[in-house]
Each structure stands twice: as C-alpha cells, then as structure tokens.
C-alpha cells in the first residue's frame, strides 16, 4: 500500500468525481485500510435486478435535475433515480 494519501483540494463535487474516477486504487486502499482496522462492519446491500421505466415529468423538474446532477458531476437519471429511491425510503419508514 502506498505511504499517506494527499488528497487534492476540489473546487467543485464534478472535479472531485473527476478525480475519485481516474484514482480507483486510492478507493482500494482506502477499502483495505478501513476493513484492517475493523472499520468495516458488513459489505452494503447490493440491490437487485433493475427494470426499465417510461414517466412523464414537466420539462422544468428535468432541466432542474439535469443541472445539480452537472453540479455533482453525475449522470441526472441517475441524480433522479437516487432521489426517487430517498423518497421511498423515507416513505416506507413512516408507513
């Protein structure tokens, strides 16, 4: 493993994805580190099989979604397939 990481400072989440992307065995390392030291309790829950899904949206919410997930520096289907899933999950807690 290499000796001390020195993370880079980020002016925006993008170029930090940007980054994290191009340097997948920090993320290794930084694995292996946090499971040595027993920081790792269990692997997380991969989920099943995903399905395809046609919805409407008003052109205003897309075009909002498509620039935060730009901001993030991640895909906006994904950006909004992440928020769907925290609204259902918050949902099914309170149900």
């Known amino acids: 493993m290499a000796?001390?990481?020195?993370?880079p400072g980020?002016?925006?989440e993008q170029e930090e994805a940007a980054w994290w992307d191009a340097h997948p065995e920090v993320i290794t390392e930084l694995f292996l580190k946090a499971r040595k030291e027993g920081r790792i309790k269990?692997?997380?829950v991969v989920r099943g099989v995903t399905k395809p899904i046609?919805?409407?949206m008003p052109v205003a919410d897309v075009e909002a979604a498509q620039e935060i997930a730009q901001r993030r520096g991640v895909p906006y289907q994904t950006y909004i397939k992440g928020l769907l899933h925290q609204a259902l999950e918050r949902e099914r807690k309170f149900s």
């Open 3 to 7: 000796t001390k990481l020195r993370m």
């Open 10 to 12: 980020f002016k925006s």
């Open 42 to 44: 269990r692997l997380p």
């Open 54 to 56: 046609t919805i409407r």
